[in-house]
């Protein structure tokens, strides 16, 4: 009895030994996963992160650090009064290079109307010597080479007694030289003019050396003879006083300024003092200056 009891004690204490260590054989599952966890850490895939614990700071870091604030922030401070200085710097010399340019302009305003007036100047000087220095030649009639004779009341008769007599007069304050002439007579009915002479036409060349003094200097005289060329029943139409004696002409002459200048002139004979006198418009009376 005491046998079989033994040896069922000793069956079961086998069993459950067998059953303890098949068990510590199997892993846990809840120990696997943490055991590869474990394993995994150090590789790439799950490097290791070590967190490093700060040290606390000393009173003396923590006062160097509230001191190296203060000058920063004072720093901070000093940089933004002098970058608000600088503004300020930079905003008025914007304003005086303003000025500077508005002055500017102003002084060539300035200076531009001063050349305009300088030029102006100069053209109005030129001109007082070149305008009212020039020469003013005109023709005199000193003789008309006719006389005139009272027949009745208001009527008078006229007789030719010579050549007519003139020369050219210069009335302008500088010499003038003479280089071409040209004249004619022309009988016309009254009330009427002959065509007026071209002036660009060439005329009769004077000999160098015919120079006109100023203030009233006068050329050598000249004469014409007024019935040549004219016949002489028209000519007597004159005399007997049905017609006109018209002497039509110009002169061109040079000046000290190496300009050429032309005058012309239209005069017509009165029967009263036998005298002539201009007659006409600008067409047969003129003088400019030849561009």
């Known amino acids: ?35 590869a966890t474990q394993q995994e850490r150090g590789s790439e895939d799950s490097p290791v992160v070590v967190k490093v614990i700060p040290t606390e700071k000393s009173k003396d870091e923590l006062a160097r650090e509230n001191a190296k604030d203060k000058e920063i922030a004072t720093l901070t401070g000093d940089l933004a009064f002098y970058t608000k200085q600088l503004f300020v710097a930079t905003a008025t010399l914007a304003l005086i290079t303003l000025g500077l340019v508005v002055l500017g302009f102003r002084q060539v305003r300035d200076a531009r109307r001063s050349i305009t007036a300088a030029e ?65 007579f022309d009988i016309c009915i009254p009330n009427q003019l002959p065509d007026p002479i071209d002036p660009s036409a060439l005329g009769n060349q004077v000999p160098f050396g015919v120079i006109v003094g100023a203030n009233g200097g006068t050329s050598p005289p000249s004469t014409r003879e007024p019935s040549r060329g004219i016949d002489k029943q028209e000519f007597l139409r004159v005399t007997s006083g049905d017609d006109n004696l018209i002497f039509i002409g110009y002169v061109r002459f ?9 005058t012309g002139f239209c005069l017509r004979m009165d029967r009263s003092d036998a005298r002539f006198y201009f007659v006409g418009d600008h067409r047969y009376n003129y003088t400019y200056i030849e561009t």
């Open 254 to 262: 040079r000046d000290i300024f190496n300009r050429t200048h032309v």
């Open 120 to 184: 102006d100047s100069t053209r109005i000087a030129e001109r007082a010597l070149t305008e009212l220095e020039r020469p003013f030649v005109g023709v005199d009639v000193m003789d008309s080479g006719f006389k005139s004779e009272l027949v009745s009341e208001e009527e008078y008769y006229v007789t030719l007694e010579g050549n007519m007599t003139f020369r050219y007069i210069n009335h302008g304050r500088s010499p003038a030289t003479i280089i071409e002439t040209s004249d004619k």
């Open 1 to 35: 009895m005491r046998f079989r009891c033994l040896l069922t004690a000793l069956v079961l204490l086998a069993a459950f030994v067998s059953d303890s260590w098949g068990q510590s054989k199997q892993p846990s599952p809840k120990a696997s996963p943490q055991k």
